[in-house]
């Protein structure tokens, strides 16, 4: 049965009380979710938001399934404890496929996860030629095949799983450039021409840290597509679960609280990236990965 990622919780979506300045939790393993974190900002500029990334236990991918639910729990436990957020949106991919039934039974918080954006993806083709564009751990889920069976249905999807580029988003936004050569050959499958000479036009952007090359993508790219990128669609979740920003609300935004759970300083030319997205109060909650 597929799991509904977008939704808020067991609550129903009354139960959310629409406020000015709920503080929102916007949660990764690494900086993917800043991605979501701008959409997210940009229709509630009123809130109170915590960046969290789980940058100790990153990528998410090389862990096995049980450690992964366990150390997202774990992290959440204390993250929801210190920040007492309305809301939390599960900014990465893979814990949300894997870890978002667990925390609806943990927690009364309610959370918004993330979807591969398919259905998108197949209103926008017009030669039915898709690309999906992951990690590889997304591109072998069964939850990725089910919504291609139920929404894209008569259109050619490529799964493409790419080992490297969340690791080369990292390094941009840490100020470590990354080669157009290597990107290029990241994204190069996604890129197809079948025998009646149809192309790929869209390209789905299925894991957050990929918007944050986005605009070297359309550069480099052998044509021009449309990429999808899913965080508009959790951003309007997200609205409709705490409704839209209150009359009375000043919607001047304030600076963004980043925690990160790895423990290192946090070098300057990350710093300055992450001030350009607001995130300008920095702290740990330092949570060594112990894996058994």
Not at 52 to 57: H, K, N
Not at 156 to 174: D, F, K, M, Q, T
Not at 223 to 244: C, N
């Amino acid at each position: 049965m597929r799991i509904d990622l977008m939704a808020g919780a067991t609550l129903s979506v009354g139960a959310v009380p629409a406020s000015a300045e709920p503080t929102i939790l916007v949660f990764d393993s690494g900086l993917g979710g800043l991605t979501v974190l701008d959409e997210v900002r940009r229709v509630r500029p009123d809130g109170r938001y915590v960046y969290a990334a789980d940058d100790a236990a990153f990528p998410y991918g090389r862990l096995n399934e049980a450690t992964l639910v366990a150390r997202v729990i774990a992290v959440m436990e204390r993250l929801i404890a210190v920040h007492r957020p309305d809301l939390v949106v599960i900014a990465c991919n893979t814990a949300s496929t894997l870890v978002l039934p667990a925390l609806r039974q943990r927690f009364r918080t309610p959370f918004v996860g993330v979807v591969p954006p398919i259905k998108p993806a197949a209103e926008t083709t017009r030669s039915g030629l898709v690309s999906l564009l992951a990690t590889p751990g997304t591109v072998a889920r069964s939850y990725t095949r089910d919504l291609i069976a139920t929404y894209a249905q008569t259109c050619r999807v490529a799964l493409v799983g790419s080992p490297n580029l969340a690791n080369y988003a990292e390094a941009e936004l840490a100020g470590e450039p990354v080669s157009d050569a290597a990107l290029a050959a990241e994204i190069a499958p996604c890129f197809v021409t079948a025998e009646d000479g149809a192309r790929t036009d869209v390209v789905c952007l299925a894991c957050t840290h990929y918007p944050l090359l986005r605009a070297r993508f359309e550069r480099i790219a052998p044509w021009p597509v449309s990429w999808i990128d899913p965080a508009p669609a959790i951003a309007r979740r997200v609205v409709q679960l705490i409704g839209p920003v209150p009359r009375r609300a000043d919607a001047g935004m304030a600076a963004v609280v980043g925690t990160f759970t790895g423990g290192a300083p946090v070098s300057a030319a990350l710093r300055a990236s992450l001030a350009a997205r607001g995130v300008a109060d920095l702290g740990v909650e330092a949570m060594p990965l112990v894996l058994q």
